[in-house]
């Protein structure tokens, strides 16, 4: 496609769905500008970014002025317009069903459970100033248990990944989903050798861009943990 | 080798299945089983789907849950007109868009609603506060709201002049909160006009009986026998109003 320009992607790296973004387009070389959007400065908020997402959300990809939300949407999206290794997003559609069930099932599970820790944790704690609620904190982490072993007990049950034998868009987002505890310093798989090896495998096949991404992530551990 | 569907059309998710699979004519074995009777935590149906969620399909040794993922396979194999999830990589990011958004908005504020009016009440006598009940309301006005204004704007459907998957998992889980009772279509025309639209291009007979159970939840609920849903009650209490 002659003069198609890089895509442009609107992300704030402390949202577990802008890394998965990040990641994506770096590991696969993707021609893309990033806008950094800080939540916390407000700056999802301002006319020019409301313009150009209602929902002040972010990711935001913007590809040659076609404007898409959502992060499985978008990693979906690129996924199929260029050219990346086929484990990502197989187009055999038992695969890719597989991809497809892993990704629904994501928003209400390893999402919700995974980000509720890390409010209760860290982000409310560091906004009111005050120490967080051990009931809701415990609540959170036992619901964050039981994502925890279904993932090991039925997505990982016979494979090296979430989906199958290799990695994919599932892998991904839950990675960055399941980083987002260690902000606090908690390793929520420490007590999980099946998990933790997952972690490796993944780690290991996204190398530079999984650490560069998530070294906002490493930075706020190191200030939350030496405040203690 | 038959493709099975477990389904309980009480369900929002189940009932997209059912209607994407009538519409389109997919023969299928609809394997009916009840919510309410805890089919879901039986040995039987943890050996078809240890993830024990309903919809799911079996086709051949093949099991998959989750309607999204069950609706874009079938749509596949069955090569169904495009529309419904089209070859347009931009289009079809449309429908994967809504797609995504709707599990946390729509579908879990509107779920809600039936559980908190009828089902808790009446079926295991329990009290909902009345907090957690206008919370449940607020929360879906809004994204009946952003539903609206981002997804729906002055379109015929979400994804341009046909319905798509996205239209079909929206007005299922619109139609929960109505069946209980909230009439969200009330000072909202473009919803009402939306889900008359959407009616007639599935066919007012096949949405009408896709409908059927949770229309009549109102008068049912006091059939409901309790037992089934007891020995989840604990569960259903903390999930729904912790």
Not at chain 1, 10 to 30: G, T
Not at chain 2, 166 to 174: M, S
Request: net charge neutral; aromatic share 10%; hydrophobic share 40%.
């Amino acid at each position: 496609m002659t003069g198609r320009q890089a895509v442009k992607a609107y992300l704030d790296l402390m949202s577990q769905p802008c890394r998965a973004v990040l990641i994506f387009l770096k590991h696969n070389k993707i021609p893309h500008t990033v806008e950094q959007i800080a939540i916390r400065k407000g700056e999802q908020k301002t006319p020019e970014f409301t313009k150009l997402n209602p929902m002040q959300k972010v990711p935001v990809l913007e590809d040659n002025g076609f404007v898409l939300t959502e992060s499985d949407a978008i990693l979906k999206y690129l996924a199929t317009t260029y050219k990346v290794p086929d484990h990502w997003y197989p187009k055999l559609p038992e695969k890719r069903a597989r991809v497809d069930e892993y990704t629904a099932w994501h928003h209400m599970n390893t999402r919700m459970h995974a980000a509720t820790v890390f409010w209760q944790e860290v982000l409310l704690p560091l906004m009111t100033g005050q120490p967080a609620n051990t009931a809701k904190l415990e609540k959170a982490l036992s619901d964050l248990n039981g994502t925890l072993d279904k993932l090991e007990n039925m997505f990982l049950k016979r494979q090296a990944f979430l989906c199958g034998d290799d990695i994919s868009l599932a892998d991904l987002l839950a990675i960055c989903e399941l980083m987002q505890p260690m902000s606090s310093g908690r390793d929520i798989l420490k007590d999980r050798p099946k998990l933790m090896s997952w972690r490796g495998r993944v780690q290991s096949a996204l190398s530079d861009s999984f650490d560069e991404a998530h070294t906002i992530v490493y930075r706020l551990r190191d200030k939350f943990t030496a405040k203690l | 080798m038959t493709l099975e569907i477990y389904l309980d059309l009480f369900s929002q998710p189940c009932r997209s299945v059912y209607i994407f699979a009538k519409k389109n004519n997919i023969q299928f074995d609809h394997k009916k089983i009840s919510l309410f009777e805890g089919y879901q935590y039986g040995e039987e149906f943890g050996k078809i789907n240890p993830l024990r969620k309903f919809p799911t399909i079996k086709d051949g040794d093949f099991c998959l849950a989750e309607s999204v993922a069950i609706m874009i396979y079938l749509a596949d194999k069955f090569h169904t007109p495009d529309h419904w999830f089209p070859a347009d990589l931009q289009k079809r990011a449309r429908v994967n868009e809504y797609l995504s958004w709707q599990h946390t908005s729509i579908r879990m504020h509107g779920a809600k609603i039936i559980w908190f009016k009828i089902l808790i009440p009446e079926v295991l006598g329990a009290e909902v506060p009345k907090e957690k009940m206008e919370n449940a309301v607020e929360n879906l006005n809004w994204a009946l709201q952003l539903f609206q204004d981002k997804f729906l704007q002055d379109k015929p459907f979400i994804v341009g002049d046909q319905i798509s998957l996205a239209d079909l998992v929206a007005i299922v889980e619109i139609m929960q909160p109505f069946a209980a009772g909230m009439d969200v279509f009330e000072n909202r025309p473009k919803l009402k006009a939306w889900k008359d639209r959407v009616r007639e291009a599935i066919g007012a007979e096949l949405f009408d009986e896709a409908h059927q159970a949770t229309m009549s939840i109102r008068d049912n609920a006091k059939t409901i026998d309790p037992k089934g849903l007891s020995p989840l009650k604990d569960k259903i209490l903390k999930f729904f109003l912790s």
